[in-house]
């Protein structure tokens, strides 16, 4: 069965206080792997898709790489507006689309 | 440009009602998803349409729901006899096409059943 799962649940930084949360999977025929952003009452906003063991894409304070187990979202100097639910999500091909399975996410603070 | 819109924002109803939740996707994209967001649980995928082929109707939890996609846009899910456990935030998302996998969500309908 096709399985994300996220760590921490919930994740409190102080300003500038790096750190990394974990996304690992379970999936046969994965296609692409997903990072999103989800504020209150928001719906998911795209950050990264990684497709291959190794990749790393990146943007502004956010870096994410991919290995065949298992996805980091390493979050560098972060700042209070980097509050958020940070979503992990595997794309499984289905009938010529692309389904998502999400993990359940983890929920970032950080503090002045 | 313009985003994924969803509408309603918010639908209060009672359980054995039956409601319609409307997703405009973004203009051009030939994909449209479904997702359902329940307190404490990750997002749950729904149905998926593309072009005028069949739906993938694989993730609809009962024969209470249903959708259409309306001349490739605009697509409308409705939920049939509403009972309590179907309160949760209905996404939509679109992707440009089906080798395209970014999906671009919506801003959700949150659906209470009272």
């Known amino acids: 069965e096709d399985q994300v799962t996220q760590s921490p649940e919930a994740l409190r930084l102080q300003e500038g206080e790096s750190s990394s949360l974990n996304c690992s999977y379970t999936?046969?025929?994965?296609?692409?792997l997903f990072w999103y952003r989800q504020d209150p009452g928001k719906g998911p906003e795209f950050l990264f898709t990684?497709?291959?063991a190794g990749e790393e894409k990146e943007k502004e304070r956010l870096k994410a790489t991919l290995t065949k187990k298992e996805s980091f979202l390493h979050i560098t100097a972060p700042k209070p507006e980097d509050s958020a639910t940070y979503l992990c999500?595997?794309?499984?091909?289905?009938?010529?689309?692309?389904?998502?399975?999400f993990g359940t996410g983890t929920q970032l603070k950080v503090e002045l | 440009g313009a985003g994924v819109s969803q509408s309603p924002s918010n639908k209060v109803t009672e359980k054995g009602k039956d409601v319609e939740l409307r997703c405009d996707p973004i203009?051009?994209?030939?994909?449209l998803y479904w997702y359902r967001q329940s307190l404490g649980q990750g997002l749950e995928f729904l149905i998926y349409?593309?072009?005028?082929?069949?739906?993938?109707k694989s993730g609809l939890p009962s024969d209470r729901f249903s959708a259409e996609r309306t001349g490739g846009s605009v697509s409308t899910l409705t939920i049939q006899r509403t009972q309590q456990e179907d309160s949760a935030v209905y996404l939509c998302?679109?992707?440009?096409?089906?080798?395209?996998?970014?999906?671009?969500f919506g801003p959700g309908t949150r659906l209470t059943v009272l």
């Open positions: 998302a679109s992707s440009a096409t089906t080798s395209t996998d970014t999906q671009y």
């Open positions: 999936v046969s025929g994965l296609r692409g």
């Open positions: 990684l497709y291959s």
């Open positions: 999500a595997v794309g499984i091909l289905t009938g010529g689309g692309n389904k998502l399975t």
């Open positions: 203009s051009g994209h030939t994909a």
């Open positions: 349409f593309q072009g005028n082929s069949a739906p993938d």
